[in-house]
C-alpha cells in the first residue's frame, strides 16, 4: 500500500539553527512529493514539491528539500529556524494519473528562543 | 487572485441543526476537494468534484452532503452530525484532477466545526 512516514511527531530546535524533517515514501514509482505547512487553527500552505529533474528543490520562506530515490526520501531542511517556522509540517505524496494525496502524520516544530 | 475562500471560520451547531459550509476560488480550477482534519492528525479526503461532477466519496457519512452549483463554489451541507463530526474541515482546490505534478492543491485556511 502506498504510504508516507515521518518519523518525528515532535522536534524542538533553538531559534538560528538549522532544521531537518525526514520524510519517507512507499511508492511502486517515484509519487510526486511535497512539503505542506500548517499553522495552528489555519489550512495548509505549499512550501514546496518536487515533480522531476533536479534533486534538490526550493521552497518559500527559506526552505528546501532532498530527493533521495535510494533512500525514498524526501527531507525538508532550512539553515537557520525563526520563531515564525513554529507549526506543523506535512509531507504529502501522489501518484501521476490519480489526484490522491497521501499525507504523512505530520511533524510538529517548536522553536526556542 | 491565488486563494480559495471558506465561510465560515467558525461554526457551532446543535445535532438537530442544518448549516452549510462554503467555500470560493476564482483561479480557474476544474477540480475542488474537502478534507477533513481532526485535532493532531493529516487531513482525511472527503470528496473531490471534477468539473462539476462528484468525483470521488471516501464513503462519507449522508449526513454529509457535498455540492457543486458552478466551477467556483463548493458546498458541504450538513444535518445531523454527530459530536464526533467536529474537526477542521478544509477545501482545497486544483487546475483540474489527477495528470501531472502541476496539479497541485491548493487549501483554504478551513472551517472550524463544533458539534454539541
Known amino acids: 500500500a502506498q504510504s508516507v512516514t515521518q518519523p518525528d511527531i515532535h522536534i524542538t530546535v533553538s531559534e538560528g539553527a538549522s532544521l531537518e524533517l525526514r520524510c519517507n515514501y512507499s511508492?511502486?514509482?517515484?509519487?510526486?512529493l511535497f512539503w505542506y505547512v500548517q499553522s495552528p487553527g489555519q489550512g495548509l500552505q505549499l512550501l514546496l514539491k518536487?515533480?522531476?529533474?533536479?534533486?534538490l528543490v526550493q521552497g518559500i520562506k527559506g526552505f528546501e528539500a532532498e530527493f533521495k530515490r535510494s533512500q525514498s526520501s524526501f527531507n525538508l531542511r532550512k539553515p537557520s529556524v525563526h520563531w515564525s517556522d513554529a507549526a506543523e509540517y506535512f509531507c504529502?505524496?501522489?501518484?501521476?494519473?490519480?489526484?490522491?494525496?497521501?499525507f504523512g502524520i505530520g511533524t510538529k516544530l517548536q522553536v526556542i528562543p | 487572485d491565488t486563494e480559495v475562500t471558506q465561510t465560515p471560520k467558525h461554526l457551532v451547531m446543535g445535532m438537530t441543526n442544518k448549516k452549510s459550509l462554503k467555500c470560493e476560488q476564482h483561479?480557474?480550477?476544474?477540480?475542488m476537494y474537502w478534507y477533513k482534519q481532526k485535532a493532531k492528525k493529516p487531513p482525511e479526503l472527503m470528496f473531490v468534484?471534477?468539473?462539476?461532477?462528484?468525483?470521488i466519496n471516501e464513503s462519507v457519512p449522508s449526513r454529509f452532503s457535498p455540492e457543486c452549483p458552478n466551477s467556483s463554489l463548493l458546498n458541504l451541507h450538513l444535518h445531523a452530525l454527530q459530536p464526533e463530526d467536529s474537526a477542521l474541515y478544509l477545501c482545497?482546490?486544483?487546475?483540474?484532477?489527477?495528470?501531472?505534478?502541476?496539479?497541485?492543491?491548493?487549501f483554504g485556511a478551513g472551517s472550524r466545526l463544533t458539534v454539541l
Open positions: 482545497a482546490s486544483s487546475l483540474s484532477q489527477g495528470g501531472t505534478g502541476a496539479n497541485v492543491l491548493t
Open positions: 511508492y511502486g514509482a517515484t509519487p510526486y
Open positions: 518536487y515533480l522531476s529533474g533536479d534533486t
Open positions: 504529502a505524496a501522489r501518484s501521476g494519473g490519480y489526484q490522491k494525496v497521501t
Open positions: 483561479m480557474g480550477h476544474r477540480a
Open positions: 468534484y471534477s468539473y462539476e461532477k462528484l468525483s
